[in-house]
């Protein structure tokens, strides 16, 4: 390696780990805001709230690194060629590959970031995180209580409290219950503390009374009428806030907890159903050529900013011609992950934008065939 390609190696380097951590952080808080009432209002602890939002970083990352990648090999060539750093390194006899050498290194290791991150670290990290919601819908529901509001446990579970002491007892508790089919349960309650047990959180509750209808059985009197409320006055009483059955407590698993061979085979037990599973072979298809976006991107800044002609103020409309290629060509990606996600003979589609505008990048900066190759441009006279 030359001096050269170190000096835009490392101009390159730095660029792109400042602008995608910069991004990355950008998006963590955007999408941390979520979870931060979790803290301010229910009492989740920090390190709890820091753990969990850390485990979308990868998955930003995924996203964000061919784009950036992309930006900042555009941003930092054009910026060269306004200094006239490009001017000098032509005239000193370096070729369209010689410039572009550092650019498509660079562009490969985030290639194979990309790749490590889609196949191993996102369903990895993604696991998690669902692991850690899952946790805190079932095993933590104190935390999601929020004083004057209806919660809703689960799908047949709804707590109400009026308001929260700084200790964390609840005041003017309401509790309705339909986890018993046919007979709801309506507990009213002056106070009450969760606690977590071995099972699950329950709720206990103090000086209320239990309301609870039932239906009158088959072969019972005439007469008798169809409904009969039921009311019992109690000091102490205990409500389990899990999920009704274990069943419930099975979580299920999303596309993007999966890996590739999970994707492309998933196992005929679990019952998918063909929606699914033409989601889940665009997906497999999605992840295996997304990380190849990362150098087709790069190349094709690389082939905005060192062809055409020199000029000598600005390189405003490089910038703007190659942000719009990029933009269509993301539009594309997503409009092709649709479809291939709804009829899997679009599958090709995903693979075409992830190679075919590195291809034709490549093709335009080592000039195509019938087309005039871009003089090298006239080093400035001085004065």
Not at 146 to 157: H, I, K
Not at 247 to 275: I, T
Not at 283 to 290: D, I, K, P, T, V
Not at 299 to 323: C, K, Q, S, W
Request: aromatic share 8%; charged share 15%.
């Amino acid at each position: 390696m030359t001096r050269i390609d170190r000096y835009l190696l490392r101009q390159l380097t730095v660029a792109l780990i400042a602008v995608t951590v910069g991004l990355a952080a950008l998006v963590w808080l955007t999408q941390s805001l979520r979870f931060i009432e979790l803290v301010l209002d229910r009492g989740l602890s920090m390190v709890i709230f820091v753990e969990l939002t850390s485990l979308m970083l990868p998955s930003f990352f995924a996203v964000i690194l061919p784009i950036t990648t992309f930006v900042v090999v555009l941003f930092v060539y054009v910026r060269l060629a306004s200094d006239r750093e490009l001017v000098v390194m032509r005239a000193a006899g370096l070729s369209q590959w010689k410039l572009a050498r550092p650019a498509v290194l660079l562009a490969m290791i985030a290639t194979g970031l990309c790749m490590m991150l889609n196949l191993w670290l996102v369903p990895l990290s993604h696991t998690a995180f669902r692991q850690w919601q899952f946790e805190i819908r079932n095993q933590l529901v104190g935390v999601l209580l929020q004083e004057g509001v209806f919660s809703q446990v689960g799908d047949d579970l709804t707590v109400y409290a009026r308001y929260r002491d700084p200790d964390g007892t609840l005041r003017g508790i309401l509790v309705h219950d339909q986890r018993d089919t046919g007979a709801p349960v309506t507990i009213l309650a002056e106070q009450g503390r969760i606690t977590t047990s071995p099972t699950g959180p329950r709720v206990t509750l103090m000086n209320g009374v239990r309301q609870q209808v039932e239906r009158a059985a088959p072969n019972a009197p005439a007469g008798t009428p169809p409904l009969r409320l039921n009311l019992l006055t109690f000091s102490e009483n205990s409500v389990d806030l899990a999920r009704a059955t274990r069943g419930e407590e099975v979580r299920s698993r999303d596309s993007r907890e999966r890996s590739v061979a999970e994707l492309l085979n998933p196992d005929p037990a679990e019952g998918l159903r063909e929606r699914e599973l033409r989601r889940y072979y665009a997906e497999a298809h999605q992840r295996l050529a997304g990380p190849l976006t990362a150098l087709s991107f790069a190349l094709v800044g690389l082939a905005v900013a060192l062809t055409g002609e020199f000029r000598r103020h600005g390189g405003g409309a490089r910038i703007a011609v190659g942000i719009g290629m990029v933009v269509a060509l993301l539009a594309f990606g997503l409009t092709g992950g649709n479809l291939a996600a709804r009829d899997n003979a679009w599958v090709p589609l995903i693979w075409i934008q992830a190679i075919l505008p590195g291809v034709i990048a490549l093709w335009w900066m080592t000039g195509a065939p019938g087309w005039p190759k871009p003089a090298p441009p006239p080093i400035p006279s001085q004065a």
